[in-house]
């Protein structure tokens, strides 16, 4: 039986195999999901409320331009339009600080307050790890390195902070967490996947979830979640990319038993977990994008899982749903400017609304996008009842969310604000950093815990003083950036400065010259940030500059500790014999103190890594990932002192 049939003989027996589940009690791998019964709480008044809409209000809910795209904030006004969205590098024109981005949250959600009917908008934004896109946000480890900590309590609590502090700019709707499961980690967003193991992905994302929303939507801290991408974004063929890359939105060319165990599983936990909104993805199953499949968005989600939510569709990414036939100007799904140019974008818009999609990320086209739809539903093409569903769908989500129905859950709540970048916010990341960091090795030297006697630290590497790379992508801009990123945070140098006292001196060499005379040194070595398609690398090897550094200090006869920043394993050749004490730190964000924590001691390290290892290096285009390569250190490995 094939997805769509399966979608429709099961859409009946649905709400009976809830009650079974209730029953039974299955586990968070779950064979059957359904949303929970508040997400459709207020149908009763949602049905009245769309039937006073007309199409412009109707079509303007499911349209979600950029605010960089926005002719002016008007446009939510005459437009009726149901949400804005700031990709990775669209920010308030005046800056990016808390007061910025509350005023032009403020200032979006003031103009949908004087349409006839005052239906809020919800603004959405990546906080993927953190309030990411604010200075001075908390920003927590990328969600590879909570995937090492094993610890759900702590996931939910990293969202909840994450929450609270968007609710201090009164934005509502973060596009995390990312239920991607990774499966060949030359894949650019290996970082923003949890583990490569599905059962991990599915209790930690449905406590991301539960951390976003609260048990339910509607509390004073809680913002929308949207799990993304659906699905099997990690499950793509090397070399399927499109526009000659090699993973990104590519083609998962995996059969339906291997989609439904491995990349479905994250999607049913985070369901239960009553997850609001789901991100199809650009990458395609079978060759069938995703964003334009019925069977899949339609079928499987909604009537088999039984989603209740609304599905927003990724940046302009049904843009590509007809292959062009013009010129293409820029990647699709480059948050930087630049659109593909679609002959056929009305054909586009009539496969994704008809296939399922709910609210489109239409980003700069939406005058264009809100034209064509509604000719397209005059003339029959798409049909009423479809809008009809996907207004509702996005109307629970706002009612559920307390905007339609209590209005103090509009502002920018002051409480937040005065948490904003607190020590107590920065003291749960620094534990998530301390849980989040692996030991692959501490050999007979052990080099690690450092001495706290030692007379003389030499620390070494460029990572070891440079937030952005400590950061990651998705950090103030969408590439995320090398050096000091302009918001608060403690460098790898700076906190095991404050760990030692005056007795120990610590030196700083970016390139390991010096180290004569040291007791030991750290060399803090990895990866420059990236994101998306732009992170996608056939070889995993470490940097020519970096095994140099791990040289250098070698050669001056002392022990040696190497610490790995990286958005996924790395290649370590020339590195790992050398090192005395190997250390993942993954993209730990603003807290080095996390890290300065286990260095020193004060903790023992716990995590276990959530990806193999891989000890071959470059497997060929098109052939085996190195994830499938024997590890060097399988999934699971992390030692303690
Ligand atoms: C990414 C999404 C993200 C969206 C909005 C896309 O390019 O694939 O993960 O939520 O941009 O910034």
Redesign the pocket.
């Known amino acids: 039986m094939s997805v769509a049939e399966r979608g429709s003989a099961l859409a009946g027996c649905r709400r009976w195999w809830t009650l079974a589940i209730g029953l039974i009690h299955l586990s968070g791998a779950a064979a059957f999901a359904a949303s929970p019964d508040w997400l459709t709480a207020h149908d009763t008044e949602i049905r009245e409320l769309v039937g006073r809409m007309t199409l412009e209000e109707k079509v303007g809910q499911m349209t979600q331009p950029e605010l960089g795209a926005l002719a002016g904030p008007g446009d939510i006004r005459s437009l009726f339009l149901g949400s804005v ?1 700031s ?2 590098n669209s920010d308030p024109a005046g800056g990016n600080g808390v007061r910025e981005w509350t005023a032009t949250y403020e200032a979006c959600q003031r103009e949908a307050l004087e349409t006839r009917l005052r239906i809020p908008i919800l603004y959405g934004i ?1 906080a993927v790890h953190g309030h990411n896109n604010v200075l001075g946000a908390v920003i927590f480890p990328h969600q590879i390195g909570l995937g090492c900590t094993r610890d759900a309590a702590l996931v939910e609590k990293v969202a909840q902070t994450t929450a609270n502090e968007m609710r201090a700019t009164g934005i509502q709707w973060t ?1 995390a967490p ?1 239920l991607a499961v990774p499966k060949d980690i030359r894949w650019g967003r290996t970082y923003e996947g949890f583990s490569e193991d599905p059962a991990i992905v599915s209790e930690l994302g449905a406590a991301a979830v539960r951390g976003f929303q609260g048990a339910k939507l509607g509390g004073p801290d809680s913002v929308v979640a949207c799990a ?2 659906f699905v099997a974004d990690g499950g793509t063929t090397f070399g399927t990319a499109p526009t000659g890359g090699l993973l990104d939105q590519g083609d998962a060319r995996i059969d339906e038993k291997t989609l439904r165990e491995t990349h479905l599983a994250p999607y049913r936990a985070a369901i239960n977990a009553g997850v609001a909104t789901i ?1 199809p993805s ?1 990458s395609s199953w079978q060759g069938v994008k995703c964003s334009g499949n019925k069977a899949l968005l339609t079928g499987l989600l909604k009537k088999e899982l039984g989603f209740e939510g609304f599905l927003i569709s ?2 302009n990414a049904i843009d590509q749903l007809v292959p062009p036939t013009g010129p293409v100007s820029g990647l699709t ?1 480059d ?1 930087a400017p630049g659109q593909v140019e679609t002959p056929n974008y009305k054909k586009c818009i009539e496969i994704s609304i008809n296939a399922g999609m709910d609210m489109v ?1 239409v980003t700069k086209r939406y005058p264009e996008f809100i034209r064509l739809l509604q000719e397209l539903v005059r003339e029959g093409a798409v049909p009423m009842a479809r809008i009809d569903d996907a207004v509702t769908r996005i109307l629970r989500v706002k009612f559920a969310q307390g905007l339609l129905n209590e209005r103090a859950a509009l502002k920018p709540s002051p409480l937040a604000r005065k948490a904003f970048g607190s020590p107590a916010h920065r003291e749960i990341a620094r534990q998530a950093v301390r849980q989040s960091l692996v030991l692959l090795k501490n050999n007979e030297m052990k080099a690690l815990p450092l001495k706290s006697d030692a007379k003389r630290i030499l620390v070494a590497g460029r990572g070891a003083d440079d937030l952005g790379t400590q950061c990651g992508g998705w950090t103030i801009d ?1 590439q995320g950036r090398r050096g000091a990123v302009t918001t608060g945070g403690t460098t790898i140098l700076a906190a095991l400065r404050k760990a030692f006292d005056a007795g120990t001196t610590i030196d700083y060499s970016p390139d390991g010259s010096g180290a004569n005379g040291a007791d030991v040194a750290v060399v803090v070595v990895g990866e420059a940030p990236y994101a ?1 398609m732009h992170g996608d690398r056939a070889d995993l090897s470490l940097s020519a500059e970096d095994v140099q550094t791990v040289a250098n200090v070698k050669a001056a006869g002392l022990p040696v500790v190497v610490v790995v920043l990286s958005g996924r394993p790395l290649l370590l050749d020339g590195v790992a014999d050398s090192a005395d004490a190997l250390v993942a730190a993954w993209l730990p964000g603003t807290e080095g103190d996390g890290i300065a924590d286990i260095l020193t001691g004060t903790h023992s390290p716990t995590g276990k890594l959530s990806f193999a290892w891989p000890v071959r290096a470059n497997a060929p285009s098109g052939g085996k990932a190195p994830t499938q390569s024997p590890p060097i250190f399988p999934m699971g490995f992390g030692l303690g002192y």
């Open positions: 969205l990709g990775g990546d596009f990312c993304k991408h991100m650009y990724d940046y799904g948050n990320m969408w998306e």
